[in-house]
């Protein structure tokens, strides 16, 4: 069946740093893949999406590559932010606009 | 309001009774999603409405699930003799279909079965 998985749990990294996320996918037949940002208590929020025809794409701060071979998603941010902190999730999606999400990545940032 | 709107934002309830969710989306949106995570987990996929669309309902974990979206704009998500297993937190998003579907989520409502 369908899934999105992520490879660490959780990561802390220094303030100011570069962060990188990782993610692993199954369906190979989904149209796209997201990363959504959760802050405690509140709901995922939409930080940038990626097409399957693509395999890099930018936003700000953040860019997000896509590698079909290894059916692989990465979500980069640059220079690290206290506020970066939260819960990152990938999550893919198809032709009927369903989206399903991975189990999620929690950033911790150091002072 | 602006964006999607979801209540109770918290409700407790005896194991045994039945509970109604209700999310009302953006204005507009015809995509619209229910989600379940439970403490520390991911989003765990319950059901999907699409305009007129039947609507899939194959994350729906058992028969005591329901939903429904009456004039294609607010859902209730209906849980029927609730079990200590509901407790988690139930999202709602909507969006605007068409090959990319940027969902905008609810703050959620916290359901605990005690």
């Known amino acids: 069946g369908e899934s999105v998985g992520l490879h660490l749990p959780t990561l802390s990294v220094q303030e100011g740093d570069n962060s990188i996320i990782n993610c692993a996918y199954s369906?190979?037949?989904?149209?796209?893949f997201i990363w959504y940002k959760q802050e405690s208590g509140k709901g995922p929020q939409f930080i940038i999406d990626i097409r399957s025809n693509m395999d890099k794409r930018q936003g700000q701060r953040v860019t997000v590559l896509l590698n079909k071979t290894v059916k692989h998603l990465s979500l980069q941010i640059a220079a690290t932010q206290p506020g970066d902190s939260a819960v990152y999730f990938c999550a893919e999606g198809g032709r009927d606009d369903k989206i399903i999400f991975g189990k999620g990545t929690r950033l911790h940032i150091l002072p | 309001g602006a964006g999607v709107s979801q209540s109770p934002s918290n409700k407790v309830t005896e194991k045994g009774k039945d509970v109604e969710l209700r999310c009302d989306p953006i204005?507009?949106?015809?995509?619209l999603y229910w989600y379940r995570q439970s403490l520390g987990q991911g989003l765990e996929f319950l059901i999907y409405?699409?305009?007129?669309?039947?609507?899939?309902k194959s994350g729906l974990p058992s028969d005591r699930f329901s939903a429904e979206r009456t004039g294609g704009s607010v859902s209730t998500l209906t849980i029927q003799r609730t079990q200590q297993e509901d407790s988690a937190v139930y999202l709602c998003?909507?969006?605007?279909?068409?090959?990319?579907?940027?969902?905008?989520f609810g703050q959620g409502t916290r359901l605990t079965v005690v």
């Open positions: 204005s507009g949106h015809t995509a």
């Open positions: 369906n190979s037949a989904s149209d796209y």
């Open positions: 998003a909507s969006g605007h279909p068409g090959g990319r579907t940027e969902a905008f």
């Open positions: 409405f699409q305009g007129n669309s039947a609507p899939d």
